[in-house]
């Protein structure tokens, strides 16, 4: 069985980047026309037949690859799978197919690509939710395809990264806190478990200084391991009136341990969360949030990875999202 052509076999035999392979098959700008007619001859020689190019309203469709790591996808519906949801449906706006492979920690410890990039073309790879640095960098090494991070970053990498504003977002939701009349707060999160969870940290302390609160390192809470896995969450022997989570799924596993301790939320304890999402039935209290408008965040998303295979030039960048305090029954003025 003959083997299919792919754009790196061209790139290879031309010794140029597949970018350059890709842009000059699908006449795309930054290709010169001696160039551009030589890689076209090259292809047909090799017997390269495109796929993922076909034309709808005269438009090129992208195929568009998505990953998710495992550790995000449990037994219920997640936040992220939120996300990739939300990205399916405004693909199909932008002329853009979705390939979705969830990403095994197998194959992340052994840096290998997601199966659809070594069997299939694709032009674009969106990764919701933080992986490691070393599979990152095995990403950004690769130059067949434009990469876009969701809802994180890291430093050093150079591939372009859309974010909710974890900072100013848990920043705002202690001030509500404060403004209800809490001093004393603690902040459930473990720290450098993810980006997200770092900035949001940063961002209570922010609202504690600027209101002359003192931090106290025993109301700062883990809530996982460094994998992920949520949950064996430890109550201080001094109790804060209320408590900023870094997520509602985190803040409805604090709610359910309160109760199995005798605390009724928010009568005698206070809680807020972040994303404003929670699979029903997890919690029998409606969490005070902030909301990630994840629509915006998805739509950016998208149309980052169609500009960079427009243009041919990938970005470096990052986006923030901004999102709104959304008030529930969590919260007791006091």
Same mark, same amino acid.
């Given at each position: 069985?003959k083997?299919?052509?792919?754009?790196?076999?061209?790139?290879?035999?031309?010794?140029?980047?597949v970018v350059?392979?890709?842009?000059?098959?699908?006449?795309?700008?930054?290709?010169?026309?001696e160039?551009?007619?030589?890689?076209?001859?090259?292809? #047909?020689?090799?017997?390269?037949?495109?796929?993922?190019?076909?034309?709808?309203?005269?438009k090129?469709?992208l195929?568009v690859?998505?990953i998710?790591?495992?550790?995000?996808?449990?037994d219920?519906?997640?936040?992220?799978?939120?996300?990739?949801?939300?990205?399916?449906?405004? #693909?199909?706006?932008?002329?853009?197919?979705?390939?979705?492979?969830?990403?095994?920690?197998e194959?992340?410890?052994?840096?290998?690509?997601?199966l659809?990039?070594?069997?299939?073309?694709?032009?674009?790879?969106?990764?919701?939710?933080?992986?490691?640095?070393?599979?990152?960098?095995m990403?950004a090494?690769h130059?067949?395809?434009?990469?876009?991070?969701?809802?994180?970053?890291?430093?050093?990498?150079?591939?372009?990264?859309?974010? #909710?504003?974890?900072?100013?977002?848990?920043?705002?939701m202690?001030?509500y806190?404060?403004?209800?009349?809490?001093?004393?707060i603690?902040?459930?999160?473990?720290?450098?478990? !993810?980006n !997200?969870?770092?900035?949001?940290?940063?961002?209570?302390?922010?609202?504690?200084?600027?209101n002359?609160?003192?931090?106290?390192?025993?109301?700062?809470?883990?809530?996982?391991?460094?994998?992920?896995?949520i949950?064996?969450?430890?109550?201080?022997q001094?109790?804060p009136?209320?408590?900023?989570?870094?997520?509602?799924?985190?803040?409805?596993?604090?709610?359910?341990?309160?109760?199995?301790?005798?605390?009724?939320?928010?009568?005698?304890? !206070?809680i807020?969360?972040?994303?404003?999402?929670l699979?029903?039935?997890?919690c029998?209290?409606k969490?005070?949030s902030?909301?990630?408008?994840?629509?915006?965040?998805?739509?950016?998303?998208?149309?980052?990875?169609?500009?960079?295979?427009?243009?041919g030039?990938?970005?470096?960048?990052?986006r923030?999202?901004?999102g709104?305090?959304?008030m529930?029954?969590?919260?007791?003025?006091?």
């Open positions: 069985m083997k299919n052509v792919r754009l790196a076999d061209i790139a290879e035999k031309l010794q140029v980047s350059t392979v890709s842009n000059a098959l699908s006449g795309q700008k930054g290709v010169s026309e160039l551009r007619l030589k890689i076209r001859q090259v292809a #047909a020689e090799m017997g390269y037949q495109a796929r993922g190019t076909g034309e709808t309203s005269g090129k469709v195929n690859g998505v998710i790591s495992e550790k995000y996808l449990g219920y519906p997640s936040y992220y799978w939120k996300v990739y949801q939300e990205l399916s449906l405004i #693909a199909g706006i932008h002329n853009c197919v979705i390939l979705f492979e969830v990403l095994r920690h194959r992340e410890r052994a840096r290998e690509l997601p659809f990039a070594t069997e299939q073309q694709i032009q674009g790879l969106i990764v919701i939710g933080e992986i490691g640095r070393p599979y990152l960098e990403l090494s130059q067949e395809f434009f990469v876009v991070l969701v809802d994180f970053m890291k430093q050093g990498i150079p591939l372009h990264s859309i974010m #909710a504003d974890n900072y100013y977002g848990m920043y705002k202690v001030n806190l404060i403004d209800q009349g809490h001093q004393k603690a902040y459930v999160g473990t720290l450098k478990a !993810s !997200s969870i770092t900035d949001r940290y940063f961002g209570y302390r922010k609202a504690l200084l600027e002359d609160i003192q931090p106290r390192e025993d109301w700062v809470l883990d809530d996982r391991t460094m994998e992920g896995q949950g064996n969450i430890k109550l201080p001094e109790m009136t209320a408590f900023a989570c870094n997520c509602d799924l985190t803040a409805s596993e604090l709610v359910n341990l309160l109760e199995s301790r005798g605390y009724q939320v928010p009568e005698d304890i !206070s807020v969360g972040f994303d404003n999402y699979y029903e039935g997890l029998d209290v969490i005070t902030y909301e990630v408008d994840i629509k915006e965040m998805v739509r950016c998303a998208i149309k980052t990875v169609v500009a960079m295979v427009e243009y030039t990938a970005r470096t960048d990052m923030l999202v901004s709104r305090v959304v529930k029954e969590s919260v007791r003025q006091i």
